[in-house]
């Protein structure tokens, strides 16, 4: 089965760059369809980015200014790149696999998460 | 951008039927799907497609989506349902995922 396991600092300085990595096991990134979906503390979820099959990316209109989404093959991991943070980007992290179609999408499984703090 | 809108907060005694709102326009003309994520854990697919449980998901919850409304029920209520319910969509517009604001789902 899909696991997916995110990686990357706890804390990040205000105006720097998020880099978190995600790693997929039970199947190949080539394979399938990949988001970041953020969780800022007590709120509700806010999709960031996807990376497909072929390797076609689609960002958040509000956060694409700030954003890359990439991958290693090689490694069967992909990651997502924040720039510029500030305290709102402060959030639990997930990695998900995409299901569906270009008109539905849903995420299934979903990494355990990864808290990010933007603070100095 | 699609805006869905859930109510904060749903209470119900264990054996009650608990129904869980997710509101947009029209949103009887797409498909929803819904998450259960319980405190400290990531989210869980619990529907997709408006009716459709994922394998290990238990016959107690049921979906449905008509007209502006698509609703989370889950029947029998226990304990371990207690849990921040979403519900998401896709917005063919803006071609990206939203996602309701969440439900909490207290077991009195």
């Known amino acids: 089965q899909v696991q997916v396991q995110e990686s990357g600092p706890g804390l990040v300085k205000p105006s720097e760059t998020l880099s978190l990595t995600c790693t997929v096991s039970g199947a190949s990134i080539r394979d399938y369809d990949w988001s970041w979906i953020r969780q800022p503390p007590g709120k509700g979820l806010e999709w960031i980015a996807y990376i497909g099959y072929t390797g076609i990316t689609n960002y958040n209109p509000s956060l694409e200014s700030r954003v890359t989404i990439s991958r290693d093959t090689s490694k069967n991991q992909f990651s997502l790149q924040l720039r510029s943070v500030t305290a709102a980007d402060t959030a639990v992290y997930y990695c998900a696999r995409d299901h569906g179609s270009s008109t539905s999408k849903w995420f299934d499984p979903w990494g355990q998460g990864t808290l990010v703090t933007v603070s100095s | 951008?699609?805006?869905?809108?859930?109510?904060?907060?749903?209470?119900?005694?264990?054996?009650?039927?608990?129904?869980?709102?997710?509101?947009?326009?029209?949103?009887?003309?797409?498909?929803?799907?819904?998450?259960?994520?319980?405190?400290?854990?990531?989210?869980?697919?619990?529907?997709?497609?408006?009716?459709?449980?994922?394998?290990?998901?238990?016959?107690?919850?049921?979906?449905?989506?008509s007209e502006n409304t698509a609703t989370l029920t889950i029947s029998w209520v226990e304990a371990g349902d207690e849990a921040d319910y979403f519900c998401q969509v896709w917005d063919n517009s803006g071609d990206h995922p939203v996602f309701g604001g969440g439900t909490k789902l207290s077991v009195l």
């Open chain 2, 1 to 65: 951008s699609y805006v869905l809108t859930q109510p904060p907060s749903v209470s119900v005694a264990p054996g009650e039927t608990a129904r869980i709102t997710c509101a947009g326009n029209n949103i009887g003309s797409i498909s929803v799907h819904w998450y259960q994520q319980r405190p400290g854990q990531a989210p869980l697919l619990v529907m997709f497609y408006d009716t459709t449980r994922p394998s290990g998901i238990p016959e107690r919850f049921s979906g449905s989506n």
